[in-house]
């Protein structure tokens, strides 16, 4: 079937960061207002399988496979080099609508995502998101241009929570090298005001469809939900706070429904901003990632330690109100990904703004010539050093403002100031300059 609507990349609310993606940062625990942690914990590995990347990214509506053969390989021959965790939406971010008319599917836009993800030798993800247009009150058919951008985000209606799950299984079958799948994508189309309560309902009902419907088919896959972004506010009053703000009691009560009510779970998916959504950083830029770790750390104690998995995360403002230079946001990027590591969370997804042509940070590869981004060395080196279930050792820095994260072989630190810094760290002095991220073998 001839296919000709465009597939967009956009992310709903989080359209802005996409094109302005995160920096590059390090964080460790949970820290107050006024002083930066200074060691890291040894945190428990999480239970994944061994050898688990923990890092990877998302493909949006620009990859690798839409520019030429060559630049295909370029980049794909880098990233085996270093494997990770590659995740691709089944309709949207880059792929057609799959199923144009009930029974029609059109796959070629996956095939070609998912073939560049083997090739690169990922360990491969699919988002089952978005729905097409049948199911949604739009037509049969290629979807159109109004279609895309103005209904991509919209749930699928209850009458055809039922052909979602078929298409999920159809899915499930034709792509059996691919074990791991995240059922929808941050509540879009049940939460259409976040000021109100979430259809959280309705979410778990069509997931457990799909749950039971890949699980038919498909015994090994691992499914995961309810990749729900955690939003957060300066003020409040619930459970999950801290100086870096209050998680929204709307968001609270959606995973609690969830979690009580779906029929299995294999991990669990949620996103989120280390900003409110207000756009503040609290109490700094720095400091407001501890979220990151609080969030994992509550959502492993909720679950019985289940594998928490970030599908997305932002640490800079998404309103464009601010532009950082390149190694600032490298470095707060770099100190997240600390928090994480230490917090425990199993899997963390890069969201990859990833362009065409022209300037484009935060980029894992150059537009034009598919050489390795900053960006891009940095969640390979993550990837290679610090993986899901590597030990993690405590070490102290001298200097409150460099953040540390050690394992037997390998540590990597991050100036969190705009001015030169040493410190002595495991028995060795360093220096490093504004917001640098250093890393040196043990």
């Known amino acids: 079937m001839a296919v000709t609507a465009l597939a967009l990349a956009s992310c709903g609310a989080l359209t802005q960061a996409e094109q302005t993606p995160p920096p590059r940062a390090t964080s460790a625990a949970p820290q107050t207002a006024t002083q930066e942690p200074s060691s890291s914990p040894a945190a428990k590995p999480p239970e994944v399988e061994e050898g688990w990347p923990r890092w990877g990214f998302t493909h949006t509506g620009t990859s690798a496979n839409n520019i030429t053969p060559q630049f295909e390989q370029v980049v794909g021959n880098r990233l085996a080099g270093t494997p990770m965790v590659q995740n691709q939406h089944i309709m949207g971010f880059g792929a057609l609508n799959p199923e144009p008319a009930p029974g029609q599917y059109y796959w070629e836009d996956l095939d070609r995502r998912l073939n560049f993800m083997k090739q690169s030798k990922s360990t491969q993800v699919i988002t089952l998101c978005c729905a097409p247009d049948w199911m949604k009150g739009g037509p049969e058919g290629p979807t159109s241009q109004e279609g895309w951008a103005e209904h991509l985000e ?15 299984a159809a899915v499930a079958e034709r792509y059996k090298d691919v074990k791991y799948f995240m059922v929808w994508n941050e509540f879009k189309g049940f939460w259409p005001d976040h000021k109100k309560p979430a259809d959280f309902k309705g979410y778990t009902d069509m997931y457990n469809k799909v749950y039971d419907a890949i699980k038919k088919v498909r015994p090994d896959a691992q499914i995961g939900g309810p990749y729900i972004g955690f939003d957060s506010n300066a003020g409040g009053d619930t459970e999950l706070r801290g100086d870096w703000g209050v998680v929204n009691q709307n968001v609270l009560d959606a995973f609690n429904y969830w979690f009580e009510n779906k029929k299995g779970a294999d991990f669990i998916v949620i996103d989120g901003a280390s900003v409110t959504d207000a756009h503040e950083m609290m109490p700094d830029e720095f400091g407001a990632l501890s979220k990151f770790g609080a969030v994992t750390k509550w959502l492993k104690e909720k679950t019985g330690d289940m594998p928490v998995w970030w599908s997305e995360w932002y640490f800079e403002p998404e309103d464009g109100s601010t532009r950082w230079p390149e190694p600032k946001r490298l470095a707060v990027q770099a100190a997240s990904m600390i928090e994480f590591a230490t917090s425990g969370a199993a899997t963390a997804l890069y969201w990859n703004p990833q362009a065409k042509q022209g300037a484009c940070q935060g980029c894992l590869w150059n537009p034009t010539s598919g050489a390795e981004m900053p960006t891009g060395q940095l969640v390979a080196d993550f990837t290679k050093w610090f ?7 405590s070490v102290t820095s001298s200097e409150s403002s460099v953040r540390v994260l050690a394992q037997p072989e390998q540590l990597v630190l991050v100036n969190t100031t705009d001015g030169p810094v040493t410190t002595t760290v495991d028995g060795k002095e360093f220096s490093l300059k504004a917001y640098e991220v250093k890393w040196s073998e043990r």
């Open 154 to 168: 919209d749930a699928p209606y209850p009458q055809h929570f039922d052909d979602f799950a078929k298409l999920s």
């Open 387 to 393: 993986p899901a279930g590597v030990q993690l050792d």
